[in-house]
């Protein structure tokens, strides 16, 4: 019997004529009913334009007729009378391209403690090290760490256009929280606030000619993850994860949020994968292998694994990144494969 996730599901396929976003997500099916190989669905669109209405009645219905089990389709689009020019009125419509930024990618875990941001400031420099013109956006509003791990404290100045110019170390570009607030004030702000404070760091910083862009995520799938999403149109998503299954089971959660609002998943980075002794033996403190297997459990490609080295933590609290202190030892390494397979996926 087909269920209501079913027919979104098929829905899915749909693509608003002019954007990647699908009409599910989109939020524009209203109503769904199922019963005895009938299914019957409504749309209520925010455009006048006929066309586009016909496009979406007639890719709809044919995704609806493939469904298995399937004899009748009745789909009913309705129009309100908005200008034919304008885009959907959802949250998806504020998306824009950035001027001058080639590729924005996510780096997100599902929980905290991972290293998530200890890989987007190595994975920065290990990119700026293959020659990639890369800037790295702070996302955590509440915990900004970014500064600390670069060794950059100064506040942006203003442009003539009035906006923020990034600071930049490593010839990497930044921005942060950290650099708008003083010293271990706190952060004490309601979503809106952040979402508004995510746009920004968007329209309101000159962020130049730029190949990517590395947005670190702060844990979880909250605020400033819908923000994000909202504003730009993210061109892929990198989860970082610990082996054990405390770690990826949250990952899971991770993946799922980027795959409702089809933001491709680029691949996932095993941190922490284990310890080796002054001995030459391997100890798995979190297990191992956790990451890969879950990246082949998803479909999805394994970008690389980074085991414990005391050189990472201590770089960055220093505010050198090893990927720029030792790019030829094992820690350094280890960021920059993780890199070449990123750019290979990125192109």
């Excluded at 746009?199 to 000619?209: C, D, Y």
């Excluded at 220093?318 to 996926?345: D, H, M, Q, Y």
Aim: charged share 20%; net charge neutral.
């Amino acid at each position: 019997m087909l269920t209501e996730d079913d027919i979104k599901k098929a829905l899915q396929a749909v693509k608003y004529p002019g954007y990647s976003r699908d009409i599910v997500s989109f939020g524009l099916v209203k109503q769904i009913a199922a019963k005895d190989g009938a299914v019957s669905v409504s749309m209520q669109l925010t455009t006048n334009s006929l066309d586009i209405a016909r496009q979406i009645k007639s890719e709809s219905e044919r995704a609806l007729k493939a469904l298995p089990g399937v004899t009748r389709v009745n789909v009913e689009v309705t129009q309100q009378g908005t200008p034919q020019a304008a885009a959907p009125q959802s949250p998806w419509a504020q998306q824009q391209r950035v001027p001058g930024i080639g590729r924005i990618v996510a780096v997100a875990s599902g929980k905290g403690g991972v290293g998530k941001s200890t890989v987007s400031v190595n994975l920065a420099c290990a990119l700026q090290h293959l020659g990639v013109r890369i800037g790295l956006l702070d996302c955590d509003i509440y915990g900004p760490s970014i500064p600390l791990m670069m060794g950059v404290h100064e506040r942006p100045t203003i442009s003539e256009q009035e906006k923020m110019v990034p600071p930049a170390n490593y010839g990497v570009k930044l921005m942060s929280m950290g650099f708008l607030v003083e010293g271990d004030q706190p952060v004490i702000w309601r979503g809106p606030m952040i979402m508004k404070t995510i746009q920004q760091f968007f329209s309101a910083v000159e962020w130049g000619e730029l190949d990517y862009l590395l947005v670190d995520l702060p844990p979880g799938t909250g605020d400033a993850q819908l923000s994000l999403c909202q504003t730009v149109p993210l061109d892929g998503g990198v989860i970082v994860t610990t082996p054990q299954e405390a770690s990826l089971g949250v990952v899971r959660k991770g993946i799922a949020m980027f795959q409702k609002v089809n933001v491709p998943i680029l691949g996932i980075v095993e941190n922490m994968s284990y310890y080796t002794t002054p001995t030459g033996d391997h100890v798995e403190i979190f297990g191992h292998g956790g990451g890969q297997a879950e990246a082949a459990r998803q479909n999805v490609t394994f970008l690389g694994e980074v085991p414990i080295f005391t050189e990472i933590r201590e770089g960055g609290d220093r505010g050198e990144p090893v990927t720029v202190t030792s790019p030829n030892a094992a820690p350094g390494k280890a960021f920059i494969g993780i890199a070449e397979k990123l750019r290979g996926s990125l192109g």
